[in-house]
């Protein structure tokens, strides 16, 4: 989420992503907000720059409620494809080949996003 959240107790997240969903459930532009987000959310999660993962799930379950299943599909998703890229990059890590790479100094990463979900 935003530094809005940072060093802030687990209570008072809860509150604050309670408070952005009542607003939420006041606007007639809904689909605006949840494109907003679907991009916001997508820079955090590529740049690496969320400040919790815990706060950005309660956040797409409190969506989930309130907007149905179908809405927070492609969010889901794309914390997904974040969590299946983490992993392969710690497999890729382990073998004789990243070895290779690091020792020339070059720093390897990839991400493996699914092109449905992500927006463009």
């Not at 706060?55 to 494809?81: F, P, R, W, Y």
Request: aromatic share 6%; net charge neutral; with cysteine.
């Amino acid at each position: 989420m935003t530094n809005e959240l940072k060093g802030k107790s687990e209570e008072q997240t809860d509150a604050r992503l309670d408070a952005i969903i009542r607003l939420f459930c006041c606007l007639h532009g809904r689909d605006i907000f949840i494109k907003s987000y679907t991009i916001f959310f997508a820079s955090r999660l590529l740049n690496k720059t969320s400040i919790s993962k815990d706060a950005e799930l309660l956040m797409l379950q409190k969506l989930k409620i309130e907007c149905g299943h179908n809405t927070v599909h492609k969010l889901s998703s794309m914390l997904n494809d974040m969590n299946i890229s983490k992993d392969l990059n710690e497999e890729f890590k382990k073998t004789a080949l990243a070895k290779q790479i690091e020792e020339s100094g070059i720093i390897f990463n990839a991400e493996i996003l699914t092109r449905a979900n992500w927006p463009e």
